[in-house]
């Protein structure tokens, strides 16, 4: 190597550390930070959430028919009170009465089974309900009301001929709430119990058809 290669390393050398030295003696100053266009001033204020009704318990009457197993169907009234536990669960309390007729067996056994033409047939149940289909109906297409499928079945009691007998129920109904405090609804239900009438023990299935009213409170 020459003497004017190395003077020429030299001066590029020199050069380069003049340069890095003025970089890191005047730094870029880095871009300002962009401040907001609109600085919000929003002054915050107490809310005081309202005590809505938990409407939990319900009242309601029914009607309709109870088919007694080999006696035929008459018409059954009753009363219920429940207690929805959540939103899909409840339990409900029902006592119903109806009437049940020897009419037919009178054409057949002088004097019938009973001692009058008719007997009255009373139950109590208790029983627990699960929301199986929870949403809504229309009516004319326009206004939807809530609205409710669900299953039921319990335990309880029936009295007929001066027998009480054990009663397994168990059946579906639907439930339509017209308002926060009112419903109406349908129920099919089969109570189950033994009856020793006609010289034999038998289980025996009653079907129960219902509609009624229910207030919430």
Known sequence: ??????????????????????RAADPTP???????????????RGIRLPK??????????????????????????GVRLGYHITEDFFVEGAY????????????????????????KLTYYNLSVGYNVLPG?????????MPAALYVIAGVGSTKFDQQRRPTLNFGFGYRVFVSNHFAVQ???????FSLDL???????QNLELTAGLAVFF
């Open 96 to 119: 119903g009465i109806t009437k049940v007729s020897d009419t037919l067996f009178r054409q057949i056994l002088p004097g019938g089974i009973f001692p009058m033409p008719s007997e």
């Open 136 to 144: 809504e109906v229309f009516l004319l297409s326009k206004h939807a």
């Open 30 to 44: 880095p871009p300002p930070a962009s401040e907001p266009v609109v600085v919000p001033d929003v002054d915050r």
């Open 52 to 77: 809505f009704p938990s409407s939990d318990f319900e009242i309601g009457l029914y009607g309709g028919t109870y088919a007694t197993q080999n006696f035929g169907t008459n018409a059954v009234g």
């Open 198 to 204: 006609l010289g034999k023990r038998e289980s025996t």
């Open 186 to 192: 349908l129920d099919l239900r089969d109570h189950v």
């Open 1 to 22: 190597m020459n003497s004017l290669t190395v003077r020429l390393l030299l001066l590029v050398t020199a050069v380069a550390a003049i340069c890095f030295d003025a």
